[in-house]
């Protein structure tokens, strides 16, 4: 990891809120890579650095609330942080050849999707095991769904227990991604963490991942996109993730089967592989 690229912590202004970034200079095309729910830029720092050493520019985000950006009181859902990538793409001038490839994890996902869909500006989208949750297909009230997906209680933790606890979590991971999860937390005065994203935000997100339904959108994704699922097993029945794979007219898929929920933080090299993959088959659409 030594020969591979730093990367370094900037901000932005956008309305209403300072967006944390964490980013790499580079003459190809630029790569915007946006995390899930509750998590944080850093779990992209693997992958960021990879495309970095092959040339690319790199912007990994702190969604609202997240990480090292700013908390609003409001805008957390996915229309709203699809319209800030949309302002972040706008304030670094990326059109033409500089369009950017747009990655999401999970919810990141969906709002990557939203992105394409409803704003344009993206070269190539890739999906890492989102794009395609509706949790209304699993739960009928929002009720049921908020009982069975709440984050755990972290009150009274502190970072020394949280990185004792923690030294046993995702084993398989590398070193820099496990270490990247604990960005997750703040410290509190007190001398005890709580995650950066606060329970109600969190739960407005998860209202947002359950009302919206992302099929619609699908259609609307007219440039080069790579679905990246992990699974138990290739499907052999229609799935959600079959059904974006045919409903984008220009849309491919990579298998990670046996792979974590957050693959781009347990298997940088084979995402990166991947993603560099889809920036020139961008370079070759808009060559054509």
Do not use: K
Not at 56 to 75: F, I, K, L, M, N
Not at 105 to 132: E, I, K, R, Y
Not at 146 to 155: E, K, N, S, V, Y
Request: hydrophobic share 45%; aromatic share 6%.
């Amino acid at each position: 990891m030594t020969d591979l690229p730093e990367l370094h912590d900037s901000s932005v202004e956008l309305d209403g809120f300072r967006m944390a970034l964490r980013e790499a200079p580079g003459a190809a095309r630029p790569f915007l890579l946006v995390h899930g729910l509750a998590s944080n830029a850093r779990l992209w720092d693997g992958v960021a650095r990879r495309l970095a050493a092959a040339g690319h520019e790199v912007v990994a985000v702190d969604q609202r609330g997240h990480g090292r950006s700013s908390e609003p009181e409001t805008g957390y859902d996915t229309a709203t942080a699809a319209a800030d990538l949309a302002a972040l793409v706008a304030l670094r001038g990326w059109t033409g050849d500089r369009a950017p490839v747009v990655v999401g994890q999970s919810w990141g996902g969906n709002v990557v999707l939203t992105l394409a869909a409803d704003h344009g500006g993206a070269a190539a989208v890739a999906f890492v095991d989102g794009g395609w949750i509706h949790l209304a297909d699993s739960f009928p009230t929002f009720e049921q769904c908020w009982a069975a997906l709440a984050p755990p209680d972290f009150d009274g933790w502190t970072r020394a227990g949280l990185e004792e606890r923690a030294s046993s979590w995702n084993a398989d991971w590398p070193d820099e991604s496990r270490r990247a999860a604990l960005a997750n937390f703040a410290d509190l005065p007190d001398g005890t963490v709580r995650p950066h994203l606060s329970r109600e935000h969190h739960r407005s997100i998860v209202r947002s991942l359950w009302q919206d339904d992302p099929r619609p959108l699908y259609a609307r994704v007219t440039v080069p996109a790579l679905l990246m699922p992990a699974v138990d097993a290739v499907p052999e029945t229609t799935t959600p993730v079959t059904e974006a794979l045919h409903a984008m007219p220009l849309a491919e898929v990579s298998w990670y089967v046996g792979a974590h929920h957050d693959l781009h933080a347990q298997l940088p090299d084979r995402c990166a592989t991947d993603l560099l993959a889809l920036a020139r088959r961008a370079d070759e659409v808009g060559a054509g």
